[in-house]
């Protein structure tokens, strides 16, 4: 019959295209963020990069905000993989600290311009990537057997990974990326010296 609804309803894509649009979302925004910068590419040019509608980029992300975050995604598991591999040997727990904030000054280093898309300053553990972060220096501090303003000094120390300290000093003070591993070593001396 002519007038069957199943044969009028559009054909819904399937999840494997659904799929496909968002890793090529995800590839454009890269692409297009790498060569213009983050803060210069639209929603909308990154849709038309894609040749897909806006309702399309849309479903997948809400905002820039999270089409960022989604791009972090894999890297910020491959750094957890690899503390979660470092915690699990029993080398020195100040050792493991050490490499610990060095990886995260790096990472936040490397993606600087995706972290600060819609970062609110005045809160600084916005997602749960970043209080497993605070919560694992704040671990390896206790076992260092930091006791005194133990507190105070994991958000001290996960205050200096946050991605608007790493921005202001690489802008503001033309530090290294080496120059902030350096200093963030050295604050952690002087709390493990008060213990």
């Not at 929603?43 to 960022?68: P, Q, W």
């Not at 205050?159 to 990326?177: D, G, I, K, N, P």
């Amino acid at each position: 019959m002519d007038d069957d609804p199943i044969l009028l309803q559009p054909a819904r894509p399937s999840r494997a295209d659904a799929l496909r649009n968002r890793e090529l979302l995800l590839e454009t925004a890269q692409r297009l963020f790498a060569a213009h910068g983050v803060e210069a590419v639209s929603m909308s040019a990154i849709a038309e990069a894609a040749d897909v509608g806006k309702g399309t980029l849309y479903r997948h992300f809400a905002n820039k905000t999270d089409l960022c975050l989604a791009l972090l995604d894999q890297q910020q598991r491959a750094l957890q993989e690899r503390t979660l591999e470092r915690l699990r040997q029993n080398d020195d727990p100040e050792a493991k600290l050490r490499w610990f904030l060095r990886e995260v000054l790096t990472f936040v280093w490397q993606n600087l311009p995706l972290l600060l898309v819609g970062a609110p300053e005045s809160h600084l553990v916005r997602t749960a990537a970043h209080a497993w972060w605070r919560q694992t220096v704040r671990g390896l501090l206790a076992q260092l057997g930091v006791k005194k303003h133990l507190d105070y000094a994991a958000d001290t120390l996960y205050v200096m990974l946050e991605a608007h300290t790493v921005y202001f000093q690489r802008q503001s003070r033309a530090c290294t990326l080496d120059e902030l591993i350096a200093g963030i070593h050295a604050l952690l001396d002087g709390f493990l010296s008060g213990r």
